[in-house]
């Protein structure tokens, strides 16, 4: 029987850190921090190390003696694609002033080119950082080190930074006596961190309520059948969640150690097996009921632009192969309103089968797909869904707190 591995992008590489020293100015990491899946730190500092960007400017210990620093060390090997040096681009858009660097041991040979195609600045990029990424305690790439001024490390996340940029302002917030941080954020393909159930919440919607909701979507012309069925389904686990967690019950029965076997279907390749099911489970049975999603043109067509790409060219994440960034994409047909974010799922076959998955977030330790799903300040939503030639399917949702279409 063929064996396929759904994925999900960004996929988390899990690695062990050992990083320990009470915080600077004595107070715990901001909550928005823990929410974006910082761990803070207990007795460790940054050690001395002396090294050069690629535009030549010299760094060392002292440039953290001030100001605090944020750290993304990376390897172009287990990001070929460059999407963390894309991250810290965007990053540095978002937080005016910020000092955030890609740091990498990799020689600058195989790193200049997605360095220089991420439009982060040379000043902010290091090559052949070997010193420096064992000043920081030697994490595997990806991690991210925040270093507050000082040269206390008091906070780290491992893997990929997909639900991170409100935790990421909060820190520099929180470590910078002038705060630098925008008061807007921008978009990127993490969501914003928000706690669950900050807006109105809507009576429980029946079955037929739900369908009548999305039959009422101002103009659904341009959308498939099946991506008006995972908008449903997207609402059927927002508004009612109680319902879903007997959904994944009857899908967790499925589950033989690693395995997912259902009757006549492909068998799926787990990382978590259980395990993963019932924290989501878990998860649901305390999620408060939220608004539903409306269905939108302009960022279902952004979604449509990287589906067909990806269908195209095989390959998997959030950059374009034209190096468009989700916030490029949707702003191509309309303006955001307060914060936007991206889930991307391969191989599932129907509107459940994606919903599922990213709910389940199965190998995902930060579960940043099933945050974007359940984050209040999402209202509106774009749905692909086309073939993928190395996973079979693509399917693609951008979300906002609001669009408004060109």
Known sequence: MARVQLRLV???????LALVTPPAFGQSIPEAALWAGFSKTTGKKIGTFEVSSLSGSRLDRTMTDTAPVLFHVWSSARDPGGEGPVLVAALQKAIPGAAIFAISADP?????????????????AVSDAQTLVRALGSPSAPAWIFVAPGGEIVAYRLGRLESGLDGVKALFKAYTRETVASDKPGPTEWSTSAAPGTASVPAPLTVAGLAALNEGVADSSFAQAIEVEIVAELNLARTQPQQYVEILRTYRKFIRGNYFERPGEITVVLNEGTKAVDEAIAFLERQRPLPPLALSRGLSLAARDHARDQGVTGQTGHSGSDRSTMAQRIERYGEWQKTAGEN?????????????????DDGVPSR????????????VVGVAFDKHPGYRTICVQDFAGGYTER
Do not use: M, W
């Open 10 to 16: 960004p996929t988390v590489l899990l690695c062990a």
């Open 344 to 360: 991307i799922a391969y191989g599932g076959e129907s509107a459940r089968d994606v919903v599922i998955q990213l709910i389940v």
């Open 108 to 124: 600058a040979s195989k790193t200049s080119n997605l360095i220089a195609r991420s439009g982060i600045g040379s000043a902010n």
């Open 368 to 379: 940043g797909h099933r945050t974007n799903i359940f984050n209040a300040s999402f209202l």
